[in-house]
């Protein structure tokens, strides 16, 4: 096919939303402008860079990217604008310091395509740092009950957002991305549309997923405690709703516990020692199985201030900081990761 044409219906609309990351925009365009299956385009949502970003992508020659700048207003609502300016049967996000393997879409669009009773499929990430090195790191598992979408979500984020494709229709159904959240916007989208359909996990690499110092809420972000603080408020959305089903109320414990576990694991990378205390409490007075969940907090307590004196000692920390890969450390830009 000639990756130069224009299609007014694309398979699949890749959404880019951007803000200030020109050092690393062009190669995250572009490792979506190669995948091998091409009948795609590329939405950029620049959220007001003051960087290169515009004439960056107006260098791009070709007519499958399309550009939208908007006034700085969030991960969230960039991801809506570009969704609105969506024409294709599926919906991919790509984070744009991030970079796709070239046979992502080819793979889970031919998981959709073959097994109608999906409405997402995905895969896994792997970290790399700023320089493009692999890291041990990977997000993104198969759920952890079998079958049973909403719940394997409510008990753990299993996703990898930027390695998922989902059809157009389970956003027309769910709802645009929630433009009041800090973070943990993917999330609440995806617990939201697990409310109607299923997912299906495909176990491979399809993306590289950039750790740098401008990470959200990496160590030194002034954002750090505000996105952990926000951490629970798609599970506070989802146990508001009065027609949940009981097989998903029921997981409350479980899913707020392991909420407070995470926070409490990174305060203790951050060398938050107070912080980790007081969330550790929390995850202890919510949880069915305390003497479970104390024997965790110990684990913690005692093997990570002294894993963190090592640069392997963090990357092993790092790995665990998901809870079974709960969410990768949120990237810069906006209220959340772009």
Known sequence: MNPARSRSTPRVTVVIPTYNRADYLSDAIHSALNQTL????????????????????????????????QPHRGISAAMNAGMRLARGEYIARLDSDDLWLPGMLAALVGVLDAQPEFGVAYGKGQAMDSDGHALAHTQ???????????????????????????????????????EALVANEDWDMWLRVARYYRFCFVDKVFVRIRWHDRNFTGPSSPHFAQVLNARTAPLDKLFSDPDLPPAVRAMKSAAYTNV???????WLQK??????????????????????????????????????????GRRAVGALAGLRQRRRVPREGGRSAE
């Open 38 to 69: 091409d009948d795609l385009e590329v939405v950029v949502v620049d959220d007001g860079s003051t960087d290169a970003t515009a004439e960056l992508v107006s260098a791009i020659a070709d007519q499958r990217v399309r550009y939208l700048r």
């Open 140 to 178: 993104g598992m198969a759920g952890r009950f079998p079958g049973e979408s909403l719940r394997s979500l409510v008990y753990d984020d299993c996703t990898c957002n930027v390695a998922l494709v989902a059809r157009r229709e389970c956003f027309d159904r769910a709802g645009f991305y929630d």
């Open 260 to 266: 407070y576990l995470f926070r409490g694991l990174r």
């Open 271 to 312: 060398r938050g020692f107070k912080r980790a205390g007081r969330e550790f409490a929390l995850a202890l007075r919510t949880s069915e199985q305390p003497l479970t969940t104390g024997i965790r907090i110990a684990w913690f307590s005692l093997a990570v201030p002294v894993l963190t004196q090592t640069v392997s």
